[in-house]
């Protein structure tokens, strides 16, 4: 399965936009790139999902790179209630529907 | 739309004894998966279902651990005996299509002693 690399944390200020990379260099041409989030105590929630072009939805932006091997989760104005765990994760489009989860990057939001 | 449901939502247990944890997807979705969360290992895709049929259960952990999926409405995770090593969150989620996303449920905290 293809593999995705985050930043364990990254911080934020309230308002601010976040930032959010993924590296993922052995990503196959059929592979979705999509994006969930685990606030505390919760299950993953969906997030946005995109194949080669930016995609953007009304929680995120999806920015995917030209060479496809890296991705950037943009929250325009991040509030309180974004800290969580962000999960990169590549999803084969015409295989197995499996997710493979990593660690995922916690935000934390500061007010 | 209620969503993937899961129950029940705490359980609590002593080893040995049997548990079964349920899953209803949501109407019309053909995919159904089992995860489990812990603190050490993350989330662990255990198995999953197409068009209740299953495709991978590689990530079982032991033969203690079965699920089944008699019709698209509902699944069962089943560990007997259970062991406290056991212990986690189990997520049920579900998929309507190809490349599209998944719904979790609000998971099922176990606790074995």
């Known amino acids: 399965d293809a593999k995705t690399t985050q930043p364990n944390s990254m911080e934020s200020n309230e308002e601010e936009p976040v930032h959010l990379p993924c590296n993922h260099s052995?990503?196959?041409?059929?592979?979705?790139i999509h994006w969930y989030r685990q606030l505390p105590s919760q299950g993953p929630e969906y997030v946005i999902h995109?194949?080669?072009s930016n995609v953007n939805n009304r929680m995120a932006s999806l920015a995917i790179a030209e060479d496809r091997k890296s991705s950037t989760l943009i929250l325009h104005r991040a509030t309180l209630r974004d800290a969580a765990v962000y999960y990169c994760i590549l999803r084969d489009g015409w295989g197995t529907y499996k997710y493979i989860f990593g660690t995922g990057t916690r935000l934390k939001v500061l007010a | 739309d209620a969503g993937v449901i899961q129950s029940p939502r705490h359980e609590v247990t002593e080893m040995g004894q049997e548990v079964t944890l349920r899953c209803k997807p949501i109407s019309g979705h053909n995919s159904l998966f089992w995860y489990r969360q812990t603190m050490m290992r993350g989330l662990e895709l255990l198995i999953y279902?197409?068009?209740?049929?299953?495709?991978?259960d590689s990530g079982m952990p032991e033969d203690r651990f079965s699920a089944k999926m008699p019709n698209a409405s509902f699944s069962t995770l089943k560990i007997q005996p259970s062991e406290p090593r056991d212990s986690a969150v189990y997520f049920c989620?579900?998929?309507?299509?190809?490349?599209?996303?998944?719904?979790f449920g609000s998971g099922t905290r176990l606790t074995v002693v």
């Open positions: 279902f197409n068009n209740n049929v299953p495709i991978d």
């Open positions: 052995t990503i196959s041409g059929t592979d979705y």
């Open positions: 989620a579900s998929s309507s299509r190809q490349g599209g996303g998944y719904t």
């Open positions: 995109g194949l080669t």
